[in-house]
């Protein structure tokens, strides 16, 4: 292979590592965001749920106290029953010892709704403090990952550069200038795999006498269409069998 093509296979490789690298380093900051935001969507889901059990813990405490109400109601109903001097006022006496214990049904059958209903939201609170939990243990794991990351990230970042400037100090000028100036004009990516007589990122098929040529891989040719540099990779030689082996055994 031409050794400044080979050489610009191999910048192409370095250029487009330290481009995905690059990106990751920059995502890293709303990776975080992300995961914040999951969590505080997890605390505010939680808070939620703590506020609705706490008005129907209140909503219960009134409703009891209107059930004692209701009941110390009753009870002097019941005793003023015992004084009562006219059928009249007795009547009159049942009608509102009657009136006060639907009263206090009433109120006792709206406390056990709240009771039934606190259960549920006590469960709903358990399982919005273990979504949150979980949540806390993931973003704490999101973040330890994602430093680790950056500073692998960063560490190959420097070793790439240093790569880089290795191999551009051993290529030929004018092949450097070229392969920067499509860079520029091909969101960096400068050179291409040729395959089946296709260029491969442009995906526009090679004048046949320009594919031969890129099939030796001994100069630096263009792509007519997009201008990228062309190699090609041979096909790797199938393996001997026992058959061909016996065949060419004298």
């Known amino acids: 292979m031409n050794p400044d093509l080979e050489r610009l296979i191999a910048l192409q490789k370095l250029d487009s590592a330290a481009h995905d690298a690059q990106r990751r380093l920059a995502e890293g900051p709303e990776r975080e965001k992300a995961s914040a935001a999951r969590l505080d969507a997890s605390r505010q889901i939680l808070a939620a749920a703590k506020q609705r059990l706490t008005e129907n813990q209140n909503a219960r405490r009134a409703l009891e106290k209107d059930v004692a109400l209701q009941q110390g109601r009753l009870s002097r109903f019941r005793d003023q029953l015992m004084e009562v001097k006219t059928n009249r006022e007795y009547q009159a006496m049942q009608h509102e010892i009657e009136t006060a214990q639907n009263g206090v049904k009433m109120a006792e059958e709206k406390v056990l709704e709240r009771m039934l209903e606190a259960d549920e939201l006590t469960a709903i609170v ?58 520029r ?10 395959r089946d007589g296709i260029c491969t990122i442009c995906h526009v098929r090679l004048r046949p006498q320009v594919f031969n040529s890129v099939r030796r891989n001994d100069a630096i040719i263009q792509c007519d269409t997009c201008n990228r540099i062309l190699y090609f990779v041979q096909a790797p030689s199938a393996p001997a069998t026992a058959d061909s082996v016996s065949q060419t055994t004298p």
């Not at 004009?185 to 040729?194: H, I, K, L, P, Y």
């Open 185 to 194: 004009r091909r969101n960096g990516v400068a050179v291409a795999e040729a």
């Open 126 to 183: 358990k399982k919005a403090e273990a979504e949150l939990a979980a949540e806390q243990k993931t973003m704490d794991a999101d973040r330890a990952a994602l430093t680790a990351e950056t500073v692998e990230l960063t560490a190959a970042l420097e070793r790439m550069a240093a790569e880089r400037l290795t191999l551009v100090a051993a290529m030929d000028k004018k092949a450097l200038a070229m392969f920067e100036q499509v860079a």
